[in-house]
């Protein structure tokens, strides 16, 4: 299926989303939200991709949303919007499947909030990452004022949301907002090299331990360890499970289905 805003491909069980509208350092319009469901519709039916990458065309992951459409905006356009972006970030998080946002270049407001929707965030060591949102009077509409304290602390976020502050990619690693940083030219062939140990992992594991950690993360403890212990218990449902101990025990490579 060809897209105008988002390229799409599959390489064994590794699948990339790249945001593809590089004259507008990708900034997020309307189609590039649809285009990008599609996609992860696409992703969520077929059960051979194990893994999803993001990255973006050119020198930005995303450089927010189209600030082209703000003048035109009523409140209540300005919320169906934003509601459009904040339901396909619950897509991407909600996929079964782990996803890798590869932070190419600028990851500013609503490209920063789709990296932070994303699993496991690595990034070039020329990323830039921000909500700027404040700087035009406004706020972070796709998240960004809840996934980014949630990942970095209150104190952090409140800092950067409340200045509008863009910071580098080693402040990004340094604040626990980025896993790993590369030169720009390995960022690709390091996420690819990741995305294909997790793409032999246990499928079902996989599955679990994802939905765990975030459905459990704004929950108390007591509920969040019963989360894991019924999620435990599912993993064993799986052959992949027996798998994994025959071949620890017998001293072998496991082979997951
Ligand atoms: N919305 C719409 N267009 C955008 C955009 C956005 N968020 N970000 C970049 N663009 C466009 C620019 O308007 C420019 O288009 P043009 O060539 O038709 O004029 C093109 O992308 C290149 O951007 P430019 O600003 O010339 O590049 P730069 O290297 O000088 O600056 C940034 C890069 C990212 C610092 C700058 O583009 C920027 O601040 N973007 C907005 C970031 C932002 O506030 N995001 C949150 C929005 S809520």
């Known amino acids: 299926m060809a897209y105008n805003t988002v390229l799409f491909g599959v390489d064994g069980?590794?699948?990339?989303?790249?945001?593809?509208?590089?004259?507008?350092l990708n900034a997020l319009n309307p189609e590039m939200w649809s285009e990008m469901s599609a996609v992860l519709s696409q992703v969520q039916k077929n059960p051979e991709i194990r893994v999803l990458i993001l990255t973006?065309?050119?020198?930005?992951?995303?450089?927010?949303?189209?600030?082209?459409?703000?003048p035109?905006?009523?409140?209540?356009?300005?919320?169906?919007?934003s509601k459009i972006g904040q339901d396909v970030l619950f897509q991407v998080e909600e996929l079964p499947i782990p996803v890798i946002a590869a932070v190419n270049g600028f990851a500013l407001?609503?490209?920063?909030?789709?990296?932070?929707?994303?699993?496991?965030?690595?990034?070039?060591?020329?990323?830039?990452?921000g909500q700027p949102e404040i700087n035009l009077a406004l706020?972070?509409?796709?998240?960004?004022?809840?996934?980014?304290?949630?990942?970095?602390?209150?104190?952090r976020a409140r800092e950067l949301c409340l200045t509008g502050r863009t910071i580098d990619a080693a402040e990004a690693r340094s604040i626990g907002l980025v896993?790993?940083?590369?030169?720009?030219?390995?960022?690709?062939?390091?996420?690819?090299?990741v995305a294909r140990g997790l793409a032999e992992k246990g499928?079902?594991?996989?599955?679990?331990?994802?939905?765990?950690?975030?459905?459990?993360?704004?929950?108390?403890?007591?509920?969040a360890i019963a989360l894991e212990n019924d999620a435990f218990g599912l993993c064993f449902a799986d052959p992949d499970a027996r798998e994994g101990a025959a071949a620890f025990l017998e001293?072998?490579?496991?082979?997951?289905?």
Do not use: H
Request: contains cysteine.
């Open 13 to 24: 069980r590794v699948a990339t989303l790249t945001f593809n509208r590089p004259d507008k």
């Open 56 to 70: 973006g065309q050119g020198r930005a992951f995303i450089a927010g949303a189209d600030i082209q459409l703000f």
């Open 72 to 81: 035109q905006f009523s409140p209540l356009e300005a919320a169906y919007y």
């Open 109 to 129: 407001g609503g490209g920063c909030e789709v990296a932070m929707a994303a699993d496991i965030l690595f990034a070039a060591e020329e990323a830039k990452f």
């Open 139 to 155: 706020i972070p509409g796709f998240g960004g004022s809840q996934r980014l304290s949630r990942l970095v602390g209150l104190g």
């Open 179 to 193: 896993a790993r940083v590369f030169p720009g030219a390995a960022l690709m062939a390091e996420t690819l090299k």
């Open 203 to 223: 499928r079902t594991a996989l599955q679990m331990m994802k939905r765990v950690i975030d459905q459990g993360f704004s929950q108390d403890l007591r509920s």
């Open 251 to 257: 001293k072998r490579k496991p082979k997951f289905a």
